[in-house]
């Protein structure tokens, strides 16, 4: 695998999931939102920013939806890769592997839930702009609001945790191509690529998002992503 002197940027957006929680028979990246398909209104988006060269969507092998639709309007920016696998991580590393042919070592990846479709493009410019020259990489985040309280088996609160200091990760999640590739092979039951690399001896950058860029999990969330979708050109960025 190449270096690169000018590094350049790719998002990887594991779509291999089942979505069990929304309770819909679809999974929940093809849920229809204002008339297309959840996951199509992240990958618009990131193929409409000029820094990102290659979108790749991780699909699972199986996928029998990503057919049903056309990206043809997309293309040439978008590559489906069936390859995801039981667990986001393994879909992740399983999609990296798939594009090693492709980046160099030090090229960046943004990693995007499909789940998040509400992504702007000034969530994206920000994170590149803001991580460009660090060692390590980072992620969108946002500083915890709510007072956090732990609950026993009967949901009985047994602790108040201090928020101060405490962030909601998000993504996209944007780290050199080799460091995040060798903190997944050696990370286990990580949920997110930050936590691999954090267990990889090194310290993610956190760079403010906002509530916009929700991730949909339950079915509540889809009106609520879609009022913002309507919405967004009066969202202060
Ligand atoms: O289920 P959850 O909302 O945490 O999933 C986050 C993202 O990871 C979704 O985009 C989902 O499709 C993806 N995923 C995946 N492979 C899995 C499980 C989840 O690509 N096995």
């Keep these: 695998m190449q270096q690169s002197f000018h590094p350049r940027h790719f998002a990887l957006v594991p779509a291999a999931g089942s979505g069990s929680r929304m309770g819909a028979g679809l999974p929940k ?3 229809p939102l204002l008339g297309q398909p959840l996951i199509r209104h992240a990958l618009a988006t990131l193929c409409a920013t000029p820094e990102i060269d290659q979108v790749f969507v991780v699909l699972s092998v199986d996928d029998s939806h990503w057919a049903r639709h056309d990206w043809s309007e997309m293309s040439p920016k ?3 890769l069936f390859c995801g696998g039981p667990t986001r991580a393994d879909s992740v590393l ?3 592997r798939a594009i090693a042919h492709d980046v160099a070592a030090t090229d960046w990846v943004l990693v995007h839930d499909a789940a998040r479709p509400c992504l702007a493009s000034w969530h994206v410019e920000r994170l590149i702009r803001e991580l460009g020259h660090d060692d390590c990489g980072g992620i969108l985040a946002l500083p915890m609001a709510d007072t956090l309280k732990r609950a026993d088996e009967q949901r ?4 108040t945790v201090a928020r101060d200091r405490l962030w909601r990760a998000q993504t996209p999640q944007m780290f050199r191509y080799v460091v995040l590739r060798r903190a997944l092979e050696s990370a286990h039951g990580v949920t997110d690529e ?3 690399i954090e267990a990889a001896g090194l310290r993610p950058r956190l760079i403010e998002g ?3 860029n929700l991730k ?3 079915p509540l969330d889809l009106h609520l992503a879609e009022w913002i979708l309507l919405h967004r050109e009066g969202v202060v960025q």
Excluded: F
């Design 216 to 218: 949909v999990t339950w």
């Design 210 to 212: 906002d509530t916009t």
């Design 156 to 159: 009985r609160i047994v602790e």
């Design 94 to 96: 399983a999609g990296l």
């Design 29 to 31: 990246q093809y849920l």
């Design 78 to 80: 978008l590559v489906p």
């Design 194 to 196: 930050a936590s691999a």
